[in-house]
């Protein structure tokens, strides 16, 4: 692991603990109440959750036309963050709806396409774990779509009519939400971008491990 | 049949008498027909919102405190053998 992974894991986990602070300290949404401070941790997972399948689709295409291994390595650990920065949207945003429009789920263009690129994420695994021979180029394939529908997602809300909060939302926060919000923000890219150097690293191992057995097998 | 006509010309006003008179429509609560906010629903109408707010930030926690352990123990398994196939190649080589 490279020598800045250990210090900025170290700021990250203090920056985890002092968010909680910033959250509660951050006035109450007149409509709302005390169930919009969900937002705080919803909006950057749901924002790693994109960010993850961009950096999959990236790395795939580049696997597929490139062929380079170093590609897919940083697809896969990327594809299993958007797996899990998807489950975190997806089940905080149901939680925050039931309170907020009285209902768990809307069949809305935003949760539905935001339910889709976790399901392509979740192929693109299954892809990989199950499909033999040959998977790797086929889930990278996968990948493509899962990057597509990123744009699909963001811009649904301005488009489409939706219960879903605008985009527009974010830059009119009053300063103590907005720095709550950028905190926590800040918060979840550096996790996001800890786990993938710490995912690619494994898998780096494991490609290593898959030489030394072939160098003993030789 | 002046008879007949007098029961033709009073029979709507009979008819109109004998009708049940419309109760009186209760005004319908603020709530139906104006924004209201949340806190300002009778207590019958709230969900408490605390137990939703825990439940979403203990999950967040769960998910990412469990995916750490995951790729820790991933790691170290693979990294052991990583470890144990190198010692026995080199001792290999050196036989």
């Known amino acids: 692991m490279p020598k800045w992974f250990m210090p900025l894991a170290g ?3 203090v920056m985890f603990a002092a968010a909680p602070f910033l959250i509660a300290r951050a006035d109450y949404e007149s409509t709302m109440g005390l169930v919009q401070k969900i937002f705080y941790f919803h909006m950057p997972s749901a924002s790693m959750f994109l960010l993850s399948a961009i950096v999959c689709g990236i790395a795939s295409a580049r696997f597929l036309f490139g062929g380079s291994p170093r590609q897919d390595r940083l697809a896969y650990a990327a594809a299993e963050l958007a797996v899990l920065f998807g489950a975190i949207t997806l089940v905080t945003g149901p939680l925050w709806a039931r309170k907020a429009w009285g209902v768990w789920w809307a069949w809305d263009v935003r949760l539905t396409s935001s339910l889709m690129g976790w399901m392509v994420a979740w192929a693109y695994l299954l892809v990989r774990k199950y499909g033999g021979p040959g998977s790797d180029k086929l889930a990278a394939g996968l990948a493509l779509f899962g990057m597509a529908n990123v744009p699909f997602v963001y811009i649904s809300v301005n488009y489409w009519r939706t219960i879903h909060p605008k985009t527009s939302v974010v830059p009119t926060l009053p300063a103590d939400m907005g720095t709550a919000l950028w905190f926590s923000f800040a918060c979840f890219l550096l996790l996001f971008t800890l786990l993938l150097r710490v995912r690619v690293h494994l898998e780096e191992q494991r490609a290593k491990l898959d030489t030394l057995y072939l160098s003993l097998d030789e | 049949m002046c008879f007949l006509l007098l029961l033709v010309a009073c029979a709507p006003g009979v008819a109109q008498q004998s009708r049940p008179q419309p109760q009186p429509q209760p005004a319908p609560p603020a709530a139906t027909d104006e924004f209201v906010p949340i806190s300002q629903l009778p207590a019958q109408d709230q969900l408490p919102a605390a137990p939703l707010l825990v439940t979403a930030y203990a999950f967040v926690w769960v998910a ?13 398994k693979v990294q052991r053998e990583v470890d144990r196939l190198e010692s026995d190649i080199a001792r290999g080589t050196r036989t």
Do not use: K
Not at chain 2, 70 to 76: D, N
């Open chain 1, 11 to 13: 700021v990250n986990a």
């Open chain 2, 64 to 76: 990412l405190f469990g995916y750490l352990l995951s790729v820790g123990r991933r790691l170290t």
